[in-house]
């Protein structure tokens, strides 16, 4: 299984722990996301053929590490983007794949995320930038998607970096997605003394 921003050591499962890496523990984030997995091949298909190459559909909390992020976004070359998401448990996904047979061809579901019964992120995926399908037709242009890829489809407004609400142990993190169900992850602190690599 690959994801857009790396370490496969960052896909965790539904009830597993968030856990909080030792070098950048104080601004982690939330992000809750519809994931579309890729069921065959895919190389430079139309927004047309797109949809046949879905398996199905999961839900994503793509885990931020925001001061990594915005580090690599202000040109520090010793930072990325894809470190910033890819720490060891930063991606849980499920908790089941939903087979697109299950949904409209306009993919239209309501999201939300909690942290702690509290609402973060409410909103339909009928209001991102991209669709399922352009989203698959744009990347298989660049690279072939192969079965069992995963693709995050971008989340709504909400997400603590804008309210500078971090993640913090303890916290329990619920995302949401109509007709798929619930993802749920507790956060954690790193064990004392580890260290994370990057």
Same mark, same amino acid.
Request: hydrophobic fraction near 45%; avoid cysteine.
């Given at each position: 299984m690959r994801t857009g921003h790396g370490? /496969?050591?960052?896909v965790t499962a539904p009830g597993d722990d968030i856990r909080l890496p030792a070098v950048a523990a104080d601004q982690v984030d939330y992000e809750g996301e519809v994931a579309v997995v890729i069921g065959r091949?895919?190389? &430079?298909?139309?927004?047309? #053929?797109? +949809?046949?190459? $879905? &398996?199905?559909? %999961? @839900?994503a909390n793509d885990v931020s590490a925001r001061d $990594?992020?915005? *580090? &690599?976004?202000? /040109?520090? +070359?010793?930072?990325? @983007? /894809?470190? =910033?998401?890819?720490?060891?448990t930063f991606k849980p996904l499920g908790p089941c794949l939903v087979t697109t047979d299950e949904f409209?061809? &306009? @993919?239209?579901? *309501?999201?939300? %995320?909690?942290v702690n019964g509290d609402v973060r992120q409410d909103d339909r995926t009928s209001i991102f930038i991209h669709g399922v399908a352009d989203l698959i037709s744009y990347l298989s242009r660049y690279q072939t998607l192969e079965p069992g890829d995963v693709i995050l489809t971008g989340t709504p407004r909400g997400a603590g970096v804008f309210s500078g609400r971090r993640l913090r142990p303890g916290d329990v993190? #619920?995302? #949401?997605?109509?007709? @798929?169900? %619930?993802? *749920?992850? !507790?956060? !954690?602190? =790193? +064990?004392e003394g580890a260290s994370s690599g990057t």
């Open positions: 370490a /496969g050591s960052a091949s895919a190389s &430079a298909v139309s927004t047309a #053929e797109a +949809p046949s190459h $879905i &398996a199905g559909l %999961t @839900i $990594i992020q915005q *580090r &690599a976004m202000s /040109g520090d +070359p010793t930072a990325s @983007i /894809g470190v =910033a998401k890819s720490f060891d409209t061809a &306009a @993919i239209d579901l *309501r999201l939300r %995320t909690l993190v #619920e995302v #949401e997605v109509e007709h @798929i169900g %619930t993802l *749920r992850n !507790r956060v !954690r602190a =790193a +064990p």
